[in-house]
């Protein structure tokens, strides 16, 4: 079991950065791939950025690659997502979590087992 709390939303000018944490309690942190996701109303949640266990693989979305940077510190047992350069689309509740298949920098929802409450970042124009 990996508990979740994603913290560092808030509101924000476009143009603007953010850097949200994501905080993980329980078993092995280490062995986990991590990722962020987001949904925005009215749509879908998807891909934001994924991290392999060991930082060395990372996987961005379109979207937002040149942007936005994953990254973790396995000794605090925490990921973070840097935000730099927002944009009115990017508002929406980021959501970080774990997948076993740690070895990835897992893009696929489905191979996520664990999720945080979510974390909400709105982004004025």
């Known amino acids: 079991q990996v508990q979740l709390v994603e913290s560092g939303g808030g509101l924000v000018q476009a143009g603007g950065s953010l850097r949200l944490s994501c905080a993980a309690s329980?078993?092995?942190?280490?062995?986990?791939?991590m990722g962020w996701f987001r949904q925005a109303p009215g749509k879908e949640r998807e891909f934001v950025a994924a991290i392999n266990y060991s930082g060395a693989i990372t996987s961005y979305a379109d979207s937002v690659k040149g942007r936005f940077t994953i990254s973790r510190d396995n000794a605090k047992n925490t990921v973070y997502l840097l935000m730099n350069s927002l944009k009115p689309d990017d508002t929406a509740v980021y959501y970080c979590?774990?997948?076993?298949?740690?070895?990835?920098?897992?893009?696929?929802?489905?191979?996520?087992?664990?999720w945080g409450q979510g974390t909400q970042v709105t982004v004025s124009s």
């Open positions: 329980g078993r092995a942190f280490i062995s986990y791939a």
């Open positions: 979590a774990a997948s076993s298949y740690g070895m990835e920098a897992v893009t696929r929802e489905s191979e996520y087992a664990y």
